[in-house]
Each structure stands twice: as structure tokens, then as C-alpha cells.
């Protein structure tokens, strides 16, 4: 008998050669399409139309209704179908094709965005434009999907026919047309199928990285980092570099000379205006710095979108695939990667219901093919969770999203597990260790670096006992730098809620009643720990200690109030502290709810924790007291875990990793977070012994959480007032060179001023300005024509508290530009109300209105349906303008429906005070339009209109945007036709 080697299917790649243009023979397309349904179905948001793959007819909405009720319709999307359909109301249903369930069995771990548009485009046709043409492509797009399974190397089509087997017996639809598929060319006989959901078996294991030394210390030359230059981009297909990234190239070189003053890295701040060129103009030195000093460069991105894009960009460096692999490593959180023992454990409930379990067995077919592992930001489909049944139990408990599939309460028991060989997370650690160049995100950065600066000092003690997850970070780019200070607030806040002290519990305790798995620490270490009498007597002190913390059912006794309008008892000193913080904040909103304009989003209510109430400084005094009960022993258990892995006692490798792993969970706890939590609730407990001529560093507040509309916990927050303080010293200081690169660092408005430094909130907001030399710094402009590319109106005539007058206003401004619009607002309660007016008037001119916050799409997906469909419109908030990246006339207007001040909370309050007041609001907002602006002209054959809704815009405001973009005052009929006559029209 014959046996396919494990390691040959998973390194089987799904990317075949595209097919999608061969004809099959008639007789082949003929067996294909008996097993498709008689109709194609597509819907725009108005109308929709039927297809028999070569005739379409449209249909209005109430046709297509009854139509989805009465017989199977081949389509893409049914979550987003079924409300663009129904809403919420009642509707019957059949058993639907979608084709996003074929896509994610033919190409696993392949990106397509969810919509019509954007299978075509994946599968290498053009963009479908209208319902007609859409309806018909369904059908083109099915069968290049099954032709190209049918081509796949053998070792795919044997995972597939497994995976297959499974899915007919849970009757899945596809089942007929995927094996017809398949018969085109049989599986040979003798071969041992796969399992389809235990498919941890069949990925590699990963293998230990020597230590890498430390880089020598060497300079770049100007003619080598050109040359180098010109290599990159002739492998990019490019030709000679333009003299702007040339210039942002020569000078990133300066943060790879060596360091010569101790906490004082070589630090640039360069702004790069769009389209220079930027991302190669880092990548090309960091790559010839890594091989000629035996180094690595850590690049750091806020964005997922950006992170991926700047790794697909890295092909630029290598000459082979091969070669790009070895030395180029994505690194993220563990919170990124599946953890494959839950998944394993999920499985059992998972095939109790058919619907369950086909998408059950089109996740494991992703696990099998997945570069990385990476579930949150990688290459899974977001979308697919989206596809089980509604009221399934997987669907309802959100069982398959990836948030439920990865390790987020720090349960790893690294080696213990039967998975650890073959551990995605594991396999990053050693990937890094290798690399030359390792593309992170901000957060994770910040945290290692923390991580790094301790341990360093341990080391000089003679304490160190872990070896670091990851190399120093010696080299740091920072792209997307304008968002260094919010992924450092992030990084080094505290924040004590209900849920985080459960959450707390429950890693100390394990799962003491029903719902999901949760292993204690006596379940993850009892083991290791029964022979060592110090260590063991430490973890049953800890373990009787958390009781103290809030326990099950915290919510309900939190949130729900008796007949009497009174609270619910609280249990324990942290859950009485919450209550006493939440009373706080009713008595001082009834205080400030008549005197303020603002109103905060989604029923959240927050104050300021000084002065607190006295109920609030007694609870904080118990509460503080029961942290350090538990502070204690679990510090205890640190220190005799770290007498353990120093001592003398012999240690197997095994038992050394799990003790290694343990240990950073138990320390970040014992020396970070509880420290910080007690350290918050005793200067609420003491607040009267503070000296007020010394301010403090930190801004305390109190604020209640809501999902849905309805209270479920409330927090106390600790921030820094400047973040950029604890990111100099535990970032920038330690390392050798730091390049912050944007398109928004600086503030024009400063530059016009000679006396001013354009840069001045950039070197406070990056930290520069806590160094003793600070950082050099360079604006390159952009090479676009703004003057010919792009228009600005500040629109007179519509009041901005009317939603029925903004939504009227996009609608007209949409309609002008023929679709490619994005419409940007400060408030989601104002984005529904547009919404609403929106829809249908859109879609009965032919042009599809997609929105955050009420689609039922992710982020990235929503920015990439949108990509996909040249004449859609897109609503959103901050996170759409800091995602989306759509070159071309997909992105040609961008409205904001009013000016984007910062929100008036207590944390931006007391930065404004340090900050600078007025001037620090304004170069916010001028960043802010900065930054949209940029993603609106992309290549240098695109033209883009700004419009801002809000006729009281200051034009200094504007200052920031590029050279030769000019505020034009107008009212909306004056811009509808101005646009009208700049955009071109197809």
C-alpha cells in the first residue's frame, strides 16, 4: 500500500497555475453542470437578476425574495444576501450554492474578497458591472473552480477527496459537483486518505535555530545602498528608482551607522509623501545592512493590511522564493495564531450539526494550507465563520471565530501539549531567530522590547532564566510612525475591569463551572510542581487567594438593579469596588450631562476617578489589599519556578520548556499587571496624601462597557499622560538605530513659520524629544500633481446636525462621481441614520452602498469588497480611513460629514493640557485629514475630490495637505458640479 508522506501534503501549495481561461469540453462542462442549480442569482441593493450562465434577466426585489425561498440558487454571500433581502425580518430558505464555501475548498488560505466582484477578480476575470453580468459570472466562476481541482497535484486532490467524503456525509450541497470534479482525474488506487479535521498530523514540525550573535557594527556606503537600490527594483519589474525614494533610500542608511552615545540610537523621522516610494526605500537598505552585518531589522506597522502588504512587497529583495523565505519572518501576539489544542477540543461539538461541521471541515483544509497559522490577520478567509447556519450553537457562541481558536488567556502548556511539534506560534518564535528582517506590529514590538529590558537587567544580576522568544531589537523602522503614541498608550495602560479580574481567576483557578475549557495553573503545573514542596505550597496559597476576585454570573450582579432601583450585592472587594466606581460615574454624568454638547457612543458613560467619592476610596483600599493577597503568593511562585530553572537540579528539555513558558505568564502578571492595578486602586485610596504640586504622570478615570446598548461591566483606566516617555526608555534608548517613517509626521502649518520646527508634535509624540540628541529629520514631498490631481470644497450650504441634509448631500456627491466613493463620519449612531437614507436611492442608480457597523462584514473585508467593485460606495469611521489602501478610480471622493475632532474625553483632556491646548487639537485633526487625504491619490494617473460637509472648518485645518491643493469654499451645487466635470467618467 502506497502512503502519501504528511509532510509532502501540507507543503503542497494550493496556488496552481491559473486555469480560469481554458475551456473544458462540452461533455465535461455538461457532467459539471448537472450538479449546479438551474439559476444564478446576484443581488444589488435595489434589484437583482436571475442567470442560466449564458441569458440574465433583472428582477426587482420582491421577486427575489420569494425566489430565495422557493428553490436552490447558485450565489456569494448569503449572510450578506439574506439581510440586504430581509433585514430583520421572517424568511424562508433552501439549501443556497454559495460560492464562497467552494472557494475556501478549492483555494484554502487563498484571498478573495466576498462578493461577486471579488471571486471574479481572484479567479482572473474583470470586475462584472451590474446585476445582469454578475448573475452570469457565477456560473463561469464555479467551473473554473472545479477545473482547476480537477488539475490540482495529487497530493491536494487526496486531501480534497477526504475532506469531501466528510462534507457528502453532512450533506453539503457542493457535494455532487466537487466529486464530479474529482472524477475527472480519479485518485489512484492504494493511497491512504487523510483525516479531514484531526489535521494536525499532517503538518510539518518545526526544528530549533541556532542563536544568532550580534550583528558587527559596520556603515552603508551611498553607491551601495543606490546599487542596491536598482537590484530591488529591476527584480520589482520597476525601472530606475524615482529621485525621491532615492533621497528617503540615502537617508535611512544613517540609522544603520554604529552607535556611539549609550541611550542614544541613530533616530530619523522621515515624512514621505505619497508615492515616493517609501516601503522599498527602507526595505533596500535594511536588507544590504542584515547581510553585510550579520544583523536583523525589525520592521513595525500598526496596521494587519500593512504588514501583509510590506511582506508580499519583500519579493523585491530575494532572487528566490526560497531565499525570501529563510530570511523574511512575520511576527505577531500569540493572540494571532490557531491554537491547534483548542481546536482539536472544539471539534466534538462542532460535528453535532451538519452545518457545523462543513464549516468545521473547510477550516481544517485552511489549517493544512495556511503559510503561518495565522488566523487573525494572515491569510484565513474572515468571512467563513459568517457562513454557518444563524442559529446554530457554533454561530450563536461564535465557536469557529478566530478569537475563540487562538491562546488569549495565556493557557499554553508549551510542551505538555500533544501539538507543540507541529505549534504555529512556535514555529514564528524560531522563524525570527533566524531572519534577517522580521515584520511586526507596533504592539508587539513595544512588549518585547519591555520584555527584552528586564530581562537584560536580570541578566546583569545573575537572575536570567528564560531565553528571549524573539532577537533584541537593535533596528528598528517604524512605518505608519504617526501611530507610534496610540500602540504606545496601548502598550504600557493599565485596566481593571470585571472582566479583567475574572479573567484573572479563571487563569489562577481554572474553569470552576460550565462553558468553554479553561485550565488552572494547578491543571497546567501541578505535575511539575509535586515534588517541589516551596513551589507547590506557593501555587495553593495563590489558587485559595483568587477567590477573592470576581467570580461567575460578575455581570449580572454588577449590571442588574433590584425593584428598588438598587444594586445587586457585590461578591468580594474587586467586585464592590466596580459597583462603588459605577456609582461614581451616574452621580457625576447626572452632574455634567446638562452642561456638555457631547454624547458619548454606544451608551458609554465614563468620569474622571479624582476626586472619588469616599465609597469609592474605602472600596479601593479593600480592593488593593486583596490584590496583594494575591500578588504575594503568586510573586512567590515566580521567584521559586526561577530557583528551580538556576538551581542545580537536573531538568529535562521538555520540562525546562514548560516551566520556561509558565513562567513569562506568571511573571507578566506578579511584576506587571497586578503592581499596576494595585498601584492605581492605592492612590485612590490615598488620593488625599497626594502633593499637588506634583502633578502626576498617569490620567485615572472610571467608565462603563456596553455591547449591544446594554451595560455589562465598568473599568478603571490608567494611561500616561505622555506615552512617549515609557516608549523611550524602553524602546528607543536600548536600541541602535529607529526610523520613524509617514506621510504625516510633520505639521505644515510649522513649516511656513521660520522660527517653527515642522516636526515638533512628531519628536513628542515618537519619543525623540526624551532623547539627549533627539532625532534627524527630512521631508520628502510627494511626486503627484495635486494641482491637476485632486480638488478640496468646504461645502457652505449643509447643516451638519441634519442627518437627512448630510445623507442627502453624500447621495448627491456619490451619484456625481458615479460610485468610488468614501464616506467618513465621527459618530456610528450618525453613519446608521445615512445609512438608512442611502440605500436604496444608491442602489437604484446601480451603484452598491456597503457600511461599517451595519454589513455584516469585518473591516478588511468591507476595504476589500469595496477594492473589488470600481462603483461602490463605502461608509465608515476612523478604522476604515486607516485601512483602506485602494489604488485607482475605486477610491475617487472621500466626504467627511464633519470635522474630526478629537473625542473630549478625561484622557484627551489632560494631553491637551500638556500638550499645548488649541494647538494640539488642531495638528491632530490636520494629521488626521492628512492621512485620509493620502489614500486618496495613490498612482499618478488618478484624480480624487476631498469633500468636508461642516461649513465652519477652519481652513487651517487644511494646511497639511499637500503643495498645490487649494480650499475652495462652494455651496453643494457648485462642487456637484465641479466634480461632475474634473472626474472622468467611463
Known sequence: MLVVHNDYIARVSPE?????????????????????????????PSSGAFSDGHVSRRIGAP????????????????????????????????????????FAFVRPARFAAPSVAGLALAMGYGEPEGAEAQAAVVYQVALALARELSEAPLAFRLMARSSLEFMQRQGWVWAPFV??????????????????LEVWSLLEEWEEQAPAGDARQVSLGEDEVLKGLKDNLHRAGLQEGRPEQQAFAL???????????????????????????????????????AEKAQGRVWISTYTKALQKQIYNDTRALFDTEGERENKVAIRKGRENYLCLLNWQERLAPLTQGPGEAIVAALVARWIVYSRDGDIVG????????????????????????????????GECIYSACPHYRTCFVEKSIRKAKSAQIIIANHALVMAQAAYDLREAAKAEQGEATMEPEAPGLSRLVFDEGHHVFEAADGAFSSELSGFEAYELRRWIRGNEGRGRRSRGLEQRLGDLLATREVAQNALKDLIRAAHLLPSEGWSQRLTTRTQSGEMMAPSGPIEALLAAALKQIEVRGQESASKSRYRPEADNAECEAHPCLPEVSEAASAAAKALQAIEAPLLALVRAIEDILTGEEEIDLAERTRLDGALRGLERRARMTLPAWRSLLQQLAYAEDEDPMQP???????????????????????????PSVPLADYVLKPAHGVLMASATLSDKALAEHPDEDPFALARQRTGAAHLSMGAKSLRIASPFDYEAQARLFVVTDVPRDDP????????????????????????IRRLKAVYEQLFRPLGEAGISLYAQHVDPLDVSDLISVFRSERHSCLLGTDAVRDGVDVPGQALRLIAFDRIPWPRPDALHKARRAHFGAKLYDDALVRAKLAQAFGRLIRRADD??????????????LFASLPDGVVVQRCTLAEALTAIEGFLPRE
Do not use: C
Open 696 to 722: 502626576s504622570p498617569y490620567v485615572d478615570w472610571f467608565a462603563t462597557i456596553s455591547h449591544g446598548g446594554r451595560l455589562v461591566d465598568v473599568g478603571l483606566h490608567r494611561h500616561f499622560v505622555d
Open 943 to 956: 484624480r480624487g475630490v476631498f469633500v468636508m460637509l461642516d461649513s465652519a472648518a477652519p481652513t487651517r
Open 804 to 827: 437627512r441634509a448630510v445623507a442627502s448631500a453624500m447621495k448627491a456627491l456619490f451619484l456625481a462621481a458615479g460610485g468610488g466613493g468614501l464616506g467618513l463620519f465621527t459618530a
Open 378 to 409: 494572515g491569510d484565513f478567509p474572515t468571512w467563513l465563520p459568517s457562513l454557518l447556519p444563524a442559529g446554530s450553537a457554533a454561530a450563536m457562541f461564535g465557536a469557529l471565530n478566530p478569537a475563540n481558536l487562538v491562546d488569549r488567556r
Open 63 to 102: 421577486e427575489a425574495r420569494e425566489a430565495w425561498g422557493r428553490e436552490p440558487l447558485l450565489i456569494v454571500n448569503a449572510p450578506l444576501m439574506r439581510q440586504r433581502l430581509f433585514g430583520q425580518r421572517s424568511f424562508r430558505e433552501t439549501k443556497h450554492f454559495d460560492l464562497l464555501e467552494l
Open 16 to 44: 496552481f497555475p491559473d486555469i480560469a481561461d481554458q475551456t473544458p469540453s462540452a461533455d465535461t462542462e455538461a457532467s459539471l453542470r448537472a450538479h449546479l442549480p438551474a439559476q444564478g442569482f446576484a443581488l444589488l
Open 251 to 289: 537617508k535611512t542608511r544613517e540609522m544603520f551607522a554604529p552607535k556611539w552615545a549609550s541611550e542614544q540610537p541613530n533616530m530619523l523621522l522621515l515624512e514621505a509623501g505619497t508615492g515616493t516610494g517609501k516601503t522599498l526605500g527602507y526595505l533596500s537598505p535594511s536588507r544590504l545592512w
Open 179 to 196: 466529486d464530479a470534479a474529482l472524477r475527472q482525474k480519479p485518485v489512484p488506487e492504494g493511497y491512504v486518505a487523510p483525516p479531514p
